[in-house]
């Protein structure tokens, strides 16, 4: 079983700045891409950012110039780095993860963390 496990989320003004942090646990083999989503009440979940193992990144138009993506391949954490913070970032922020386990090599499975609220007051 794989686990991710996000942190970092809170309470911040706008123009303010936060760090999520997504570990992965379990058993793990590799994993590919790593990507950050958010959903914001009454709206569909939305792609924030992506990562492959490689470092290209990909990001929504939303957030470019503000938010950067990484990773730590070592530790199988992505970061999420969110500057100027708008009030519409408002939302639960959640890890993604496409994961290789043993005895599924060819089939990258995903896994999602548990989610953790951003909210950004105007």
């Known amino acids: 079983q794989v686990q991710l496990v996000e942190s970092g989320g809170g309470l911040v003004q706008a123009g303010g700045s936060l760090r999520l942090s997504c570990a992965a646990s379990g058993s793990i083999f590799s994993i590919n891409a790593m990507g950050w989503y958010r959903q914001a009440p009454g709206k569909l979940r939305e792609l924030v950012a992506s990562?492959?193992?490689?470092?290209?990144?990909n990001y929504a138009d939303s957030v470019k110039g503000r938010f950067t993506i990484s990773r730590d391949n070592t530790r199988n954490t992505v970061y999420l780095q969110m500057n100027s913070l708008k009030p519409e970032d408002t939302a639960v922020y959640y890890c993604n993860a496409d994961v290789v386990v043993p005895g599924s090599l060819r089939y990258p499975i995903a896994y999602w963390g548990q989610g953790t609220q951003v909210t950004v007051s105007s």
């Open positions: 990562i492959t193992s490689g470092g290209s990144t």
